[in-house]
């Protein structure tokens, strides 16, 4: 476990009181919550967000559950190499892959938000698979098909987007703001936790690369989808945020149409359904890890 002295000093301990574990990989130090006992729930976060995303669903769930909540490498308070060769979606499903493994995880809810779904999903799709029911929260498991996303995944490539994500901090200064359905929820002090882990251009890469990665890693996210039959007998939860830019009602529905078994749940919120809903959110995934 770490030290609470390990911790940054913006760090605000009465949001997130809580002491991260460390786990140790080849490529960089990655922290996590393990908190509560009970039926086990991961939570698995998106760009440019961490573990803090999820700090009021782990305040619910945490007196009756086992709460494990990690930080990809990049993000967060995990390490943060200047690496983007090691930082793609890819990446973080196998160093997530070998979390769960170290902590021999079973019966697992599983719950993505973002890129949290290509990146936790994988361990739904795979034989023998830890994971026993599902919660997806305005995430996708598919290469887009809208050519809109290639030509954004293309700027944030480009000399001007790296600059806008590495030197302006733009994913967690402009785009967190602006994906949220009531931005009065999300205070000054909750921005600034999605800001600072990102102080400098160096611990800046991780963002970065996800958003070329929209389309860059379109064949990964092909190869997902070939295997979304592994979910056809999985409990499936849908938490949908409607008044999210991004991952609009065309996502949803093809969650929906391809998985007629899923229940489906909508709120009046925008992207960060964690920030904005977490009670109602909570309450889905505690009736999902009671069954």
């Given at each position: 476990?770490?030290?609470?002295?390990?911790?940054?000093?913006?760090?605000?301990?009465?949001?997130?009181?809580w002491t991260p574990r460390t786990f140790e990989t080849s490529e960089g130090r990655m922290r996590y919550?393990?908190?509560?006992?009970?039926?086990?729930?991961?939570?698995?976060?998106?760009?440019?967000?961490?573990?803090?995303?999820?700090?009021?669903?782990?305040?619910?769930?945490?007196?009756?559950?086992?709460?494990?909540?990690?930080?990809?490498?990049?993000?967060?308070?995990?390490?943060?190499?200047?690496?983007?060769?090691?930082?793609?979606?890819?990446?973080?499903?196998?160093?997530?892959?070998?979390?769960?493994?170290?902590?021999?995880?079973?019966?697992?809810?599983?719950?993505?938000?973002?890129?949290?779904?290509?990146?936790?999903?994988?361990?739904?799709?795979?034989?023998?698979?830890?994971?026993?029911?599902?919660?997806?929260?305005?995430?996708?498991?598919?290469?887009?098909?809208?050519?809109?996303?290639?030509?954004?995944?293309?700027?944030?490539?480009?000399?001007?987007?790296?600059?806008?994500?590495?030197?302006?901090?733009?994913?967690?200064?402009?785009?967190?703001?602006?994906?949220?359905?009531?931005?009065?929820?999300?205070?000054?002090?909750?921005?600034?936790?999605?800001?600072?882990?990102?102080?400098?251009?160096?611990?800046?890469?991780?963002?970065?690369?996800?958003?070329?990665?929209?389309?860059?890693?379109?064949?990964?996210?092909?190869?997902?989808?070939?295997?979304?039959?592994?979910?056809?007998?999985?409990?499936?939860?849908?938490?949908?945020?409607?008044?999210?830019?991004?991952?609009?009602?065309?996502?949803?529905?093809?969650?929906q149409q391809s998985f007629a078994h899923a229940r489906t749940h909508t709120l009046d919120v925008g992207?960060?359904?964690?920030?904005?809903?977490?009670?109602?959110?909570?309450?889905?995934?505690?009736?999902?890890?009671?069954?």
């Open positions: 476990m770490a030290q609470a002295s390990d911790l940054p000093p913006w760090l605000d301990r009465a949001s997130y009181p919550l393990d908190e509560g006992e009970g039926p086990t729930v991961l939570l698995v976060h998106g760009t440019p967000s961490w573990s803090f995303e999820w700090r009021e669903v782990v305040r619910a769930l945490a007196p009756r559950h086992r709460v494990i909540a990690p930080d990809h490498l990049g993000f967060g308070l995990s390490d943060k190499p200047d690496a983007p060769e090691i930082l793609a979606p890819a990446d973080h499903a196998r160093r997530l892959r070998a979390l769960v493994s170290a902590l021999e995880l079973r019966d697992v809810v599983l719950v993505v938000h973002d890129f949290g779904g290509p990146i936790g999903l994988p361990l739904a799709l795979e034989e023998g698979s830890p994971v026993r029911a599902v919660v997806v929260t305005n995430t996708w498991m598919w290469a887009h098909e809208d050519p809109k996303v290639a030509r954004l995944s293309r700027f944030v490539a480009s000399p001007l987007g790296r600059w806008l994500y590495r030197r302006l901090n733009a994913s967690p200064r402009w785009l967190v703001p602006a994906s949220m359905g009531d931005r009065s929820k999300l205070t000054r002090d909750a921005h600034r936790h999605y800001l600072a882990p990102f102080g400098s251009w160096a611990e800046r890469a991780a963002p970065w690369k996800l958003g070329v990665e929209l389309a860059g890693s379109s064949p990964y996210y092909a190869s997902l989808w070939a295997k979304r039959s592994a979910l056809a007998n999985v409990p499936l939860e849908i938490v949908w945020g409607t008044r999210d830019p991004a991952f609009t009602t065309r996502e949803l529905e093809r969650w992207h960060f359904v964690a920030e904005e809903a977490p009670q109602a959110l909570a309450s889905v995934i505690a009736s999902v890890a009671s069954r």
